[in-house]
């Protein structure tokens, strides 16, 4: 079972940064597709971000490209999600997921393919 933690949230202004850590413990953590996704207050969590086992395969919502940036350090057993100009329509609670069965090439949007989550932090951004 991979445990995960998430930090780095906070009140940031509109146009600022923030940088979100995710750390994994348990069982092998660079094996597994990793994600960042969002819910804000009355709404469905939705997809940001999520990365191939190597880091080097990623995917982003139409939303985030070009603002957001995930990465993974194996090494540490750390995700992360570099997010930039920062908008009031970003704050949500942010969880890191993980997906946990072999990499077959294909990294995942759906919250339902995700087997394991963090507890979340929040970011708000002000305007």
């Known amino acids: 079972q991979v445990q995960l933690v998430e930090s780095g949230g906070g009140l940031v202004q509109t146009g600022g940064s923030l940088k979100l850590s995710c750390a994994a413990s348990g069982r092998t953590f660079s094996a597994y597709v990793m994600g960042w996704f969002r819910q804000a207050p009355g709404k469905e969590r939705e997809f940001v971000a999520a990365l191939s086992p190597s880091g080097r395969a990623t995917r982003y919502a139409d939303s985030m490209k070009g603002r957001f940036t995930i990465s993974r350090d194996n090494a540490k057993n750390t995700v992360y999600l570099q997010m930039n100009s920062l908008k009031p329509e970003d704050t949500a609670v942010y969880y890191c997921?993980?997906?946990?069965?072999?990499?077959?090439?294909?990294?995942?949007?759906?919250?339902?393919?995700?087997?394991?989550w963090g507890q979340g932090t929040q970011v708000t951004v002000s305007s």
């Open positions: 997921a993980a997906v946990m069965k072999t990499y077959a090439g294909r990294i995942y949007s759906q919250t339902s393919e995700y087997d394991t």
